[in-house]
Protein backbone atom coordinates (compact mmCIF):
# COMPACT_ATOMS: atom_id res chain seq x y z
CA UNK A 1 0.00 0.00 0.00
CA UNK A 2 2.78 2.45 0.45
CA UNK A 3 4.14 1.96 -3.59
CA UNK A 4 6.78 -0.71 -2.54
CA UNK A 5 7.65 -2.53 -4.61
CA UNK A 6 6.87 -6.01 -2.90
CA UNK A 7 8.33 -9.75 -2.91
CA UNK A 8 6.79 -11.82 -0.62
CA UNK A 9 6.46 -15.72 -0.12
CA UNK A 10 3.00 -18.09 -1.31
CA UNK A 11 1.29 -17.99 1.95
CA UNK A 12 -2.25 -17.57 2.50
CA UNK A 13 -2.29 -13.54 3.33
CA UNK A 14 -0.14 -12.91 0.65
CA UNK A 15 -1.85 -14.72 -2.04
CA UNK A 16 -4.78 -12.87 -1.75
CA UNK A 17 -3.68 -10.11 -1.95
CA UNK A 18 -0.66 -10.13 -4.62
CA UNK A 19 -0.72 -11.84 -8.07
CA UNK A 20 2.87 -12.57 -9.29
CA UNK A 21 4.20 -10.64 -11.97
CA UNK A 22 0.73 -8.00 -11.65
CA UNK A 23 1.45 -6.67 -8.45
CA UNK A 24 4.28 -8.26 -6.61
CA UNK A 25 6.68 -11.13 -6.62
CA UNK A 26 6.25 -14.43 -4.95
CA UNK A 27 8.59 -17.26 -4.20
CA UNK A 28 8.19 -20.28 -2.62
CA UNK A 29 8.42 -20.76 1.14
CA UNK A 30 11.70 -21.99 2.23
CA UNK A 31 13.32 -21.48 -1.25
CA UNK A 32 15.87 -18.95 -0.24
CA UNK A 33 17.30 -19.45 -4.06
CA UNK A 34 14.19 -18.44 -5.14
CA UNK A 35 14.45 -15.76 -3.03
CA UNK A 36 17.45 -14.28 -3.97
CA UNK A 37 16.89 -14.52 -7.14
CA UNK A 38 13.71 -12.15 -6.89
CA UNK A 39 14.98 -9.43 -4.92
CA UNK A 40 17.82 -9.43 -7.46
CA UNK A 41 15.10 -8.91 -10.26
CA UNK A 42 13.24 -6.17 -8.45
CA UNK A 43 17.23 -4.64 -8.25
CA UNK A 44 17.62 -5.44 -12.07
CA UNK A 45 14.48 -4.22 -13.17
CA UNK A 46 12.90 -1.12 -11.28
CA UNK A 47 10.98 0.22 -13.87
CA UNK A 48 8.77 -3.43 -14.02
CA UNK A 49 9.01 -3.04 -9.77
CA UNK A 50 7.55 0.31 -9.48
CA UNK A 51 4.89 -0.45 -11.91
CA UNK A 52 3.51 -3.44 -10.14
CA UNK A 53 4.04 -1.46 -7.06
CA UNK A 54 1.66 0.98 -8.75
CA UNK A 55 -0.37 -1.48 -9.56
CA UNK A 56 -0.89 -3.05 -5.77
CA UNK A 57 -1.44 0.18 -4.43
CA UNK A 58 -4.74 0.33 -7.00
CA UNK A 59 -5.90 -2.74 -5.87
CA UNK A 60 -5.30 -1.92 -2.05
CA UNK A 61 -7.33 1.32 -2.55
CA UNK A 62 -10.20 -0.70 -4.23
CA UNK A 63 -10.43 -3.41 -2.39
CA UNK A 64 -9.35 -2.85 1.06
CA UNK A 65 -9.87 0.77 1.69
CA UNK A 66 -10.99 1.34 5.17
CA UNK A 67 -14.20 2.96 4.11
CA UNK A 68 -14.83 0.17 1.50
CA UNK A 69 -14.20 -2.46 3.72
CA UNK A 70 -16.68 -0.58 6.96
CA UNK A 71 -19.28 -0.62 3.96
CA UNK A 72 -18.69 -4.35 3.20
CA UNK A 73 -19.05 -4.98 6.57
CA UNK A 74 -21.92 -2.41 7.33
CA UNK A 75 -23.47 -4.41 4.74
CA UNK A 76 -23.33 -8.05 5.73
CA UNK A 77 -24.67 -7.09 9.09
CA UNK A 78 -28.01 -6.00 7.76
CA UNK A 79 -28.01 -8.93 5.67
CA UNK A 80 -27.44 -10.76 8.65
CA UNK A 81 -30.03 -8.77 10.32
CA UNK A 82 -32.75 -9.43 7.86
CA UNK A 83 -32.24 -12.85 8.05
Known sequence: AMKCPLVC???PGNIDIVTHEKT???FTVGDTEALTTT?????D???EA????HQ?????????DRQVIHAALL???RELFRA
Open 56 to 64: LRQKIEQNF
Open 75 to 77: EKY
Open 9 to 11: SEI
Open 45 to 47: HPD
Open 39 to 43: IQRVL
Open 50 to 53: TRMA
Open 24 to 26: GLL
